[in-house]
């Protein structure tokens, strides 16, 4: 019913900018996402996420002033990666689900995922 697609990744060199696209398809008006990241050896890290209508945000200590999530009105939701440093290096995804939760930094609560986009940042 749901399908995600992220894009965007790539190599970029630390202190350098990058923008992920999280494309939904199926029957989707409004979701709740969440950006998540891992590296290898390394479990799910919460980045940030974004509330139904795109009026509350929330992003991981390790990330803020750095990265800004956002969305449209249609069907993408976007993060926007600034200051980048090598330990940002990872596979990053995105996630949904229907309704809000409190517990947005807890994998499990997201029914859907995209399979990931690699970014890696250089030294």
């Known amino acids: 019913q749901v399908q995600l697609v992220e894009s965007g990744g790539g190599l970029v060199k630390a202190g350098g900018s990058l923008s992920l696209s999280c494309l939904a398809s199926g029957t989707v008006n409004s979701y709740a996402v969440g950006w998540f990241r891992q590296a290898p050896g390394k479990e799910r890290e919460f980045v940030a996420a974004?509330?139904?209508?795109?009026?509350?945000t929330f992003s991981a200590d390790s990330v803020q002033g750095r990265f800004t999530i956002s969305r449209d009105y249609a069907k993408t939701v976007y993060l926007h990666m600034n200051s980048l440093k090598p330990e940002d290096t990872a596979v990053y995804y995105c996630a949904a689900r229907p309704t809000e939760t409190i517990f947005y930094k807890i994998p499990d609560q997201y029914d859907y995922w995209g399979q990931g986009t690699q970014v890696t940042v250089s030294s």
């Open positions: 974004i509330s139904r209508r795109g009026d509350s």
